[in-house]
């Protein structure tokens, strides 16, 4: 999984980039009709409901674009709110609260949305052994922020990237010469890199179950669209030689069963595709 120190690096790139992206060489509205040492208040409002999230990533924002800005923080990361709720209040010089405003609501807009997507799932799944993971298909250059919403709801991470583990999915396996193939030299390649990468292998039915259980070392066997059926007899296969994982035809309605069959984990791409962003906005306090 991806470090602390990533971690950190990544929400460096990303308020920055947003910051240039968004200001430029200035933000000549509030230039040109607030003087420079004007100061004021604002107040983050909620007008929806569900799981607010990206409070401490504003922080970061506002402290990346003054950091004598004052938060008086109401509501945290992870929590239920509804509409009228306040989450925090800001203070401090006019221009620069306006500065950092659209940064800071683009982004808990959507991590609001995405950890309310996920607790969604989390609830479906209460009573399971089974956890609800996130996917790769998040957008690009925010992944970071997507996937931590995703933990503000109550689910887990896959893989970060291409560089934390090895998964060998159905066109690796179709481009290496089948699964066994595939395998053989994913380990060659571990062996003489000495990277230590735990192997996920994907399968497509029940027959290449069989083949990935002959290999040894397999961390996670990812069962993709299977059925019911199926489902519970891969899992049934593979027992306790390694972890399963179901994907593909996940949605709210089908999650509850798939857990049923008794795979370990779940994961499902909507938690950061396909989601309706939380209306919030950001309001002087006069």
Known sequence: MITQDQFDSELKYIISNAIREDVGD???????????????????????????GGVNFAKKVFAYVDKNLKLDVLIEDGTKVTYGD???????????????????LNAMQRMSAIATKTKTFVDLLEGTNTKILDTRKTTPGIRVLEKWAVKLGGGEN???????????????????GG????????????????????????????????????NEGIYRILLDNF?????????????NKCLTESSGNINETTVRHYAECGVNY??????THSVHNMDLSLKAVK
């Open 227 to 239: 059925d019911y059926e199926d489902t519970r007899q891969a899992v049934k296969m593979i027992g």
């Open 26 to 52: 200035g933000d000549h509205s509030s230039l040109a009709c607030i003087p420079h040492n004007a100061r004021g208040k604002a107040k983050l409002l909620v007008k929806d409901k569900g799981i607010i």
């Open 179 to 214: 699964i066994t193939k595939a395998i053989e030299t994913t380990k060659e390649y571990l062996n003489v890199t000495g990277k230590d990468l735990d192997i996920m292998v994907e399968a497509r039915n029940l027959t290449e179950v069989e083949e990935i259980l002959k």
């Open 266 to 271: 779940i994961s499902c791409g909507a938690l």
């Open 158 to 176: 896959h893989r970060f990237a291409l560089y934390d583990m090895i998964m060998l999915k159905d066109n690796h396996i179709d481009f290496a």
């Open 86 to 104: 306040i989450v925090m209040y800001v203070e401090g010089s006019s221009q620069s609260i306006l500065k950092a405003e659209r940064t800071v």
